[in-house]
């Protein structure tokens, strides 16, 4: 009888009665790390609107309402001009090209910021060197950055990781001497910083992605250089657009087609005008699992301020693995950027072999993001604020 049943399938395990907890845990759904369809209902009226003007207008790409981004979106970063491309790489790629390194120059970039800045220096042609980064804030330094700087150096990439403002006057000021150029990576800290100053205004130039999770995110591939050098962004846009110095004339080379459309400049537009209130909502977020780590075996890193859009909650666990299991067991989802250093990527790891960067490598095994994102509900965060006071 036994085996005909497994025969078929059908387990003969004596099982256990299943326990309240048990129950209640399977019945309730998981807390995601991110969920997008939250945020376009909570905005649906106004993004259909603007997506029927534009599919109405018969004017798809690089027409009003990308011009119309370009500027406002300058306005708000308080640079003198944005450049809007197709998605954050692309945006690296240019600015970098923008600056027009020595070719073959040395980029000083972290190796902990998900390999983006990292693949931008390579596909223009240039090489990474890698600098290691505060273990507090996880962000590079001036003292980190001064302790890897040679003649070879030609640009710094600073990347404004998790939302939080990377010390940029203190890098400035290292790099002025040596008049080595500035670029910021803004792609998680769209936002941050004082109004007419903020993450896309301190630099050379800067580069952001509108990825659909980033804070300013659209419902696609979207990205921007921003500046106020008119140099920068005179190459920037030829860049963007083959090359081209006029319509089918080419005059500089390391052109493509890179361009934000115009459906998602419209709805990055509506977007925009929720982006300060989305920032502190999710530093609210941050500040409440910060407070339930308190006194626990994690820390959470805090997101207070201006100068923080607490794109990603980030915990720092000695044993990772065992908190992201408890995590998982009381149904909250969780992820990790980023796993592997860039020096650490299998492609490159030959090139790196010499690389000394101990507290990025530290930290990889460490870091574990909780789900942060506006439209997360009252109790989704209590029920993280729980799971996290049980580590
Ligand atoms: C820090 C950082 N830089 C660059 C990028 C690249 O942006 P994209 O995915 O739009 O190419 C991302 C995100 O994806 C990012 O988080």
Redesign the pocket.
Known sequence: MTKALEREGVSTAIRRPETRLNALKRSRPTVPLNDLKRGFDALGDQLQAAAARVLSSGWYVQGPEHQAFEREFAAYVGSADCVGVA???DA?EIALRSLDPAPGSLVVTAAN??M?SSTAIRRAGLRPRYADVDPDTLLLTADSVASVLDDDVSVVVV?HLYGRLADIAGIREVLRARGIALLE?C??AAGAGAPGARAGSLGDVAAF?F?PTKNLGAFG?G?AVTTSRADVAERARRLRMYGWTAKYEVGEDGGRNSRLDEMQAALLRVQLGHLDSWNETRRSVIARYAAAAEGTSVRVLPAEGHDHVAHLAVLVAEDREAARAALAAAGVQTDVHYPIPDHWQQPFVADYAGASLPVTEERSGQILSLPCFPELTTDEIDRVCAALREL
Do not use: K, R
């Open positions: 998605n954050g790489t690296l910021a998900g983006y990347t990576d792609a998680q992605s990825y591939d990205g």
